[in-house]
Nanobody, 119 residues
């Protein structure tokens, strides 16, 4: 079956760190770019970080640049989002999206994992 499963979320104080994981199965991971999204209650879903198929190219949204690092291990079918210097405004549900560079794109979404940053 096709699966995208996020994990690693939780509660942390401002300035703390978390590492999110995204485990995939049922498709060939190295054919897909990956985009991490997040959505807070009452807010729209926005992308925060993305990585190319081979991992050579990455890009972060301005709100997380310098604090978040995206990476992938295709051999282990796993993606990561290292989050440092966390702020209360980072509180959201984080989602992993696998997508092909085609039109129309083929994509798979995970169920999300909750991140809460508060004192």
């Amino acid at each position: 079956q096709l699966q995208v499963v996020e994990s690693g979320g939780g509660s942390v104080q401002p300035g703390g760190s978390l590492r999110l994981s995204c485990a995939v199965s049922g498709f060939t991971l190295d054919e897909y770019a990956i985009v991490w999204f997040r959505q807070a209650p009452g807010r729209e879903r926005n992308w925060v970080s993305c990585i190319s198929k081979d991992g050579d190219n990455t890009r972060n949204a301005d709100s997380v640049k310098g604090r978040f690092t995206i990476s992938r291990d295709n051999a282990k079918n796993t993606l990561y989002l290292q989050m440092n210097s966390l702020k209360p405004e980072d509180t959201a549900v984080y989602y992993c999206r696998a997508v092909t560079a085609t039109f129309p794109p083929q994509e798979f979404w995970g169920q999300g994992t909750q991140v809460t940053v508060s004192s």
